[in-house]
């Protein structure tokens, strides 16, 4: 009796530890997943006030590189470089530095004319001024664009454009512009044509309009060597 | 029996427990009455019951010097909600930075082509806008004047036309001076330019739509001695000299150390010339 009376006792503090055990395993458990969520109250602020002020850092950088990403969309606008594009092919076409094409009338000279089978330098000069005043744009003879330094000159071939270039008839000037207009100017009275078959009376001379002329580029363009431009 | 009496009151506090086991062991008491694994039922009433007290004691012992738990947990659970928040902020803010840094990284290249080809375009405009003579320029050079005779009264049986400075004598001076290199020209301050006609209306001479008169003055820009060697060149300009020898027509060159050859400033329009080949062919 007495002996059952002492394992009675040993069994129930044994059974008391193992309820300690228990309880302090399930807190301590318990605890452990706590702190993996959430850290001590003062680590907590710390990580809170850091995170605030980096996010604080960063928001500030988004601003600043959203300002910087609207400075470069105001920049250099598509329009200005469309426009000067625009302006730099219009001088193309006046200053004979590329290929251009229009309509526009169409001067042939051919048949009987000097004894060395050419026309006199300035009577071509003549014919190209009359051009420029019956407002043509773009200006070419036998295949050579005038530019604003072209000059004609006699050589031994007959007539040079440009100083090398030696050129026989026919004699084809054409030029681009409104051609009813190069036409009737040159067509008038006292005007060119009339001057010319006066003077060449065994030439062919004929005026035609024409819808379509390709004038190449000139290949004498002026070599600023001596001029400096001024402000 | 002899017994403490402390030992008399937990015996008499464990009575109603004996019959809830009892009750609880009947179905195997038809086995071995009263007994399991040779214990009575007394000891796993025991048993139970420090088990129960263990538990209690420590769940109290554990819970009683933190006494505010529950709000602890509770901040602490909003703190590690704001940290998670704050942190989603953060990743959302460092993706924003890094999707603003690409586009910017686009923009800037564009804007360097941009630029690239703003800086070309302006260079080919600018080396245009002087081929067209739309830049004033200066530079060592010559001046070349042409004045009608002084010669008062005309004798008879001449023409009187032969005592004048003819639109012709201009082109043909014109052509001279661009044959020995003139760089730039300007007329009585109007500058040569491509489109420029040299014509008479009349008695009018009109340059670039605007009316000169005499006397006529050439700037020129080039090498004044190649220049002057062409004016001599008796080939040239026969007809001029002549009228000059013989008609009191006056021409005179000097050279310059710096001649200024303005900016034309009349319109250079073009609405027929288009640049390339057209589509049709003639």
Same mark, same amino acid.
């Given at each position: ?48 006030? /850091? ?11 988004? !601003? ?10 105001? /920049?250099?606008? %598509? ?21 251009? /094409? ?20 300035? !009577?071509?000069? !003549? ?5 420029? !005043? ?59 044509? /009339? ?29 600023? %060597? ?6 | ?7 008399? #009151? ?22 071995? +009455? ?24 420590? &769940?109290?012992?554990?819970?009683? =010097? ?14 590690? #909600?704001? *940290? &998670?928040?704050?942190?989603? #902020?953060?990743?959302?803010? @460092? ?13 800037? #290249? ?31 050079? $010559? $001046? ?10 005309? =004798? ?25 290199? &003139? ?8 500058? *040569? ?12 001479? $009109? ?7 005499? =006397? ?9 001695? @190649?220049?002057?060697? &062409? $004016? ?45 080949? +057209?589509?049709?062919?003639?």
């Amino acid at each position: 009796m007495l002996r059952q009376r002492s394992a009675q006792i040993s069994l129930a503090l044994v059974c008391f530890l193992l309820g300690i055990m228990l309880v302090v395993q399930f807190r301590t458990h318990t605890r452990i997943i706590d702190r993996t969520l959430t850290l001590p109250a003062n680590e907590q602020r710390t990580a809170i006030a /850091s995170l605030y002020d980096a996010n604080q850092k960063l928001r500030q950088e988004v !601003d600043d590189l959203r300002a910087q990403l609207l400075g470069y969309e105001g /920049s250099l606008g %598509k329009s200005e470089l469309d426009s000067m594009v625009a302006d730099i092919n219009r001088l193309r076409a006046v200053n004979g530095t590329s290929e251009v /094409s229009g309509p526009g009338v169409e001067v042939t000279i051919e048949g009987q004319l000097r004894a060395d089978g050419s026309i006199a330098p300035e !009577d071509a000069g !003549d014919l190209v001024n009359e051009l420029r !005043d019956a407002g043509a744009e773009a200006i070419a003879v036998n295949g050579v664009r005038v530019t604003v330094n072209t000059y004609f000159a006699r050589a031994d071939g007959g007539l040079t454009v440009g100083g090398d270039r030696v050129i026989k008839v026919p004699y084809v000037f054409q030029a681009i512009g409104q051609p009813e207009a190069l036409e009737s100017t040159l067509n008038r009275p006292a005007g060119m044509i /009339s001057w010319l078959k006066g003077k060449y009376p065994g030439a062919g001379i004929t005026i035609y309009r024409k819808t379509a002329l390709v004038l190449p580029k000139g290949d004498h363009n002026v070599a600023f %060597k001596l001029a400096k431009p001024v402000k | 029996m002899a017994q403490p009496a402390e030992r008399l #009151e937990p015996e008499a506090r464990v009575e109603p427990p004996v019959d809830l086991t009892s009750y609880l062991g009947q179905h195997r008491a038809a086995a071995r +009455p009263g007994r399991f694994w040779g214990l009575s039922r007394d000891m796993y009433v025991w048993a139970l019951v420090a088990l129960v007290l263990g538990v209690f004691v420590t &769940a109290q012992l554990r819970s009683q =010097p933190s006494s505010p738990p529950v709000d602890e947990d509770y901040a602490g659970r909003i703190g590690a #909600e704001t *940290i &998670a928040r704050l942190e989603a #902020e953060q990743s959302g803010l @460092k993706q924003e930075i890094t999707d603003l840094r690409k586009q910017i990284t686009v923009q800037q #290249e564009q804007a360097a082509k941009t630029k690239a080809s703003f800086s070309e375009i302006s260079d080919d405009l600018k080396s245009e806008q002087l081929q067209a003579g739309l830049t004033p320029l200066a530079g060592p050079g $010559l $001046l070349v004047t042409l004045d009608d005779s002084t010669i008062k009264t005309v =004798p008879p049986g001449e023409d009187p036309n032969n005592y004048l400075v003819h639109e012709y004598f201009l082109r043909d001076m014109l052509n001279v001076l661009w044959s020995s290199g &003139a760089e730039a020209i300007s007329l009585n301050d109007e500058r *040569i330019v491509s489109t420029t006609s040299v014509y008479c209306v009349g008695s009018t001479i $009109l340059v670039n739509s605007t009316r000169l008169s005499a =006397p006529y003055v050439f700037t020129v820009i080039g090498d004044a001695g @190649k220049i002057q060697a &062409a $004016l001599n060149d008796p080939a040239a300009l026969a007809l001029l000299k002549y009228r000059v020898q013989f008609y009191g027509l006056k021409m005179k060159v000097e050279p310059q150390a710096q001649a200024h050859v303005p900016a034309f400033n009349g319109t250079l329009k073009v609405r027929y010339a288009e640049p390339g080949t +057209p589509a049709q062919g003639n």
